[in-house]
């Protein structure tokens, strides 16, 4: 069993958590597998899965070694297919923004597959730094300001934000009509991944932004919790438009402040700085550039 053919073999087990089903899968005898493992920890000179009666699972070195097969792997089948002129083929791991993949890429995620067949598309769900080298992922797509990164940032979109609250806060404590009017108002508080802190209301007074820090009694993590809290009555809320369409054509929420811009909301895709850019992410970031393009 050459190297390459020992990479896939050791994929499979970690994949299947199992040397019987990955013997099965790949056509092979029991002891072949147990014997090509072995002859592959000796060359390597380390343990790369832990055994149990019930299940197999990575060492540390054995994860290791799994995100650098599946990039090896990956850039082989690449370049093969390059000079046979074939359709990108191959697993394709993305990291998204939950609530970005829901409302805008999963509607349209059948027409990308439907033109890509060969891709087996892998969705993880996230909003904080990832290692892509480490984590075996391809490409990542973020909102906000992006901190300092060694990966390309690619804006896709700017999203218009609007300030909220719900009908049932606004007729406890008054509807602003200015920002001198906020006092006495309070916010659903938003804990930011990057600082810890909670993040300020955000005004544009022309080129001068106006941060306000409101009291909160409720702080949260998640935007979706977020957007709930909102609607439930527990103070002033900032998000994408898009956000609120539903909460606001229902009457569920109403805008406040519409003649004070809160800001855009950057729309990024990440992936590495390399020359020789994936077929497969190089097509996925084609259709995501197409799926943003007209949303404001």
């Known amino acids: 069993m050459d ?3 020992a990479m896939r073999l050791f994929l499979r087990i970690v994949e299947r958590r ?3 089903r990955a013997a099965e899968d790949l056509g092979l005898p029991r002891s072949t597998v147990t014997e090509a493992v072995k ?3 000796a060359r390597l000179g380390v343990q790369l899965l832990q055994r149990t009666t019930r299940t197999v699972t990575p060492t540390l070195d054995g994860e290791a070694y799994y995100t650098h097969c599946l990039r090896l792997l990956a850039e082989l089948e690449d370049a093969e ?3 046979r002129g074939a359709t990108p083929r191959g697993r394709l791991h993305v990291n998204l923004q939950g609530t970005l993949a829901r409302t805008f890429l999963l509607p349209r995620l059948p027409e990308f597959l439907e033109v890509n067949p060969g891709i087996e598309l892998l969705l993880s769900e996230g909003d904080t730094y990832v290692d892509l080298v480490r984590e075996g992922v391809d490409c990542v797509l973020r909102a906000g300001q992006l901190t300092d990164s060694d990966m390309v940032a690619r804006r896709v979109a700017v999203l218009e934000e609007i300030t909220c609250a719900a009908p049932a806060y606004l007729d406890r404590h008054g509807t602003p009509q200015g920002l001198e009017e906020l006092e006495g108002h309070r916010m659903v508080g938003f804990r930011s991944s990057a600082t810890g802190g909670v993040l300020p209301l955000e005004f544009q007074l022309g080129t001068e932004t106006r941060r306000v820090m409101l009291p909160c009694s409720f702080v949260v993590t998640g935007v979706e919790t977020y957007a709930a809290a909102g609607q439930a009555g527990f103070g002033l809320i900032q998000a994408p438009r898009y956000r609120f369409a539903e909460a606001l054509a229902s009457g569920a929420l109403r805008q406040v402040l519409p ?5 855009t909301l950057p729309i990024s ?3 590495p700085r390399s ?3 994936s077929p497969r992410v ?3 970031i084609d259709f995501v550039v197409e799926v943003f393009r007209d949303v404001r």
Do not use: M, N, W
């Open 275 to 277: 020359k020789h850019l």
């Open 259 to 263: 003649h004070l811009p809160v800001g």
């Open 18 to 20: 199992s040397f019987t």
């Open 282 to 284: 190089r097509v996925f």
């Open 269 to 271: 895709l990440l992936y």
């Open 81 to 83: 297919s390059a000079f």
């Open 3 to 5: 190297r390459f053919d």
């Open 39 to 41: 002859a592959l920890e």
